[in-house]
Nanobody
Framework: QVQLVESGGGLVQAGGSLRLSCAAS????????MGWFRQAPGKEREFVAVISWSASYANSVKGRFTISRDNAKNTVYLQMNSLKPEDTAVYYCAYSSRYDLTLSPAQYDYWGQGTQVTVSS
């Protein structure tokens, strides 16, 4: 079992920054893929970023968001810069028992409870 706890969400003005954290505990393995997804009201959950031995990003956040991990702390981060109102969503951290940079939510085995990010215009 793996437990994930996200933090760092909040309200920010457009153009601002936030850093999300996801602390993992339990039976975790360094460099297994960990991803960030988001879900806005009335929309499906969508891929944002994933990190394993390397990283991959959704086109909508490329150049603005950076995913990183600290294996010693079992923590993954999502640095979000130049935020836009369309980035408003609940952001979820997810853990995959694979090394693949998978973009599909179905490939992730564990999920956090989510943290709200609201970007005002």
């Amino acid at each position: 079992q793996v437990q994930l706890v996200e933090s760092g969400g909040g309200l920010v003005q457009a153009g601002g920054s936030l850093r999300l954290s996801c602390a993992a505990s339990g039976r975790t393995f360094s460099n297994y893929a960990m991803g960030w997804f988001r879900q806005a009201p009335g929309k499906e959950r969508e891929f944002v970023a994933v990190i394993s031995w390397s990283a991959s990003y959704a086109n909508s956040v490329k150049g603005r968001f950076t995913i990183s991990r600290d294996n010693a702390k079992n923590t993954v981060y999502l640095q979000m810069n130049s935020l836009k109102p369309e980035d408003t969503a609940v952001y979820y951290c997810a853990y995959s028992s694979r090394y693949d940079l998978t973009l599909s939510p179905a490939q992730y085995d564990y999920w956090g409870q989510g943290t709200q990010v609201t970007v005002s215009s």
